[in-house]
T-cell receptor, first 114, second 115 residues
Framework: QQQVKQSPQSLIVQKGGIPIINCAYE??????FPWYQQFPGKGPALLIA?????SEKKEGRFTISFNKSAKQFSLHIMDSQPGDSATYFC?????????????FGTGTRLTVIP | EADIYQTPRYLVIGTGKKITLECSQT?????MYWYQQDPGMELHLIHY???????EKGDLSSESTVSRIRTEHFPLTLESARPSHTSQYLC??????????????FGPGTRLTVL
């Protein structure tokens, strides 16, 4: 059972475009939503994260939008660059379980064309 | 760059062989994890540990086993490798404080191919 559903599976944009990656969840106990970025041959690395008490968080060109009532969150990349080409994973975690383990989405492979 | 290391980076091995994938971290993190990453990119948690002498099974059933004898070391062992074990294996670590979420730091992964 997929705890976090992510779409699209792949995305191609022109340089300067604004790719948007969407995630949805069902478990209302989730209270932490990070995004990880993975380059080929590397492990994922934390990009940005949000908690459900805010609706938006921005770090540089990366923005998370969070809709608690819809149980959805999305990643926007402003002014995308070829160097942003990577695989992006959304994830969710709940402190209520005690384990604080992450449940990952299926990933989105982003290609930014120069 | 995270201080978490995995060896080997690539391994091609025949069916029935015993293998151990190594993972070490120098950040003093209590919690460590093993994920299996499918060719289609999805990450599945197969094992985790809260600290020395602690091991737990993750969400995805796995025939592998783990041990945690030292804080910095979390090896994964397959007693008898099969082609179905072909995958990428990612190790990660984080601090662990109950009620607080801490960033997971990932190693570069071991790509295992079982012929």
């Amino acid at each position: 059972q997929q705890q976090v559903k992510q779409s699209p599976q792949s995305l191609i944009v022109q340089k300067g475009g604004i790719p948007i990656i969407n995630c949805a969840y069902e478990n209302t106990a989730f209270d932490y939503f990070p995004w990880y970025q993975q380059f080929p041959g590397k492990g994922p690395a934390l990009l940005i994260a949000i908690r459900p008490d805010v609706s938006e968080k921005k770090e540089g060109r990366f923005t998370i939008s969070f809709n608690k009532s819809a149980k959805q969150f999305s990643l926007h990349i402003m002014d995308s660059q070829p160097g942003d080409s990577a695989t992006y994973f959304c994830a969710a975690s709940s402190h209520q379980t005690g384990a604080n383990n992450l449940f990952f989405g299926t990933g989105t492979r982003l290609t930014v064309i120069p | 760059e995270a201080d978490i290391y995995q060896t080997p980076r690539y391994l091609v091995i025949g069916t029935g062989k015993k293998i151990t994938l190594e993972c070490s971290q120098t950040m003093g993190h209590d919690k460590m994890y093993w994920y299996q990453q499918d060719p289609g990119m999805e990450l599945h948690l197969i094992h985790y540990s809260y600290g020395v002498n602690s091991t737990e099974k993750g969400d995805l059933s796995s025939e592998s086993t783990v041990s945690r004898i030292r804080t910095e070391h979390f090896p994964l062992t397959l007693e008898s490798a099969r082609p179905s074990h072909t995958s990428q294996y990612l190790c990660a670590s984080s601090e662990y404080r109950q009620g607080v979420y801490n960033e997971q730091f990932f190693g570069p992964g071991t790509r295992l191919t079982v012929l």
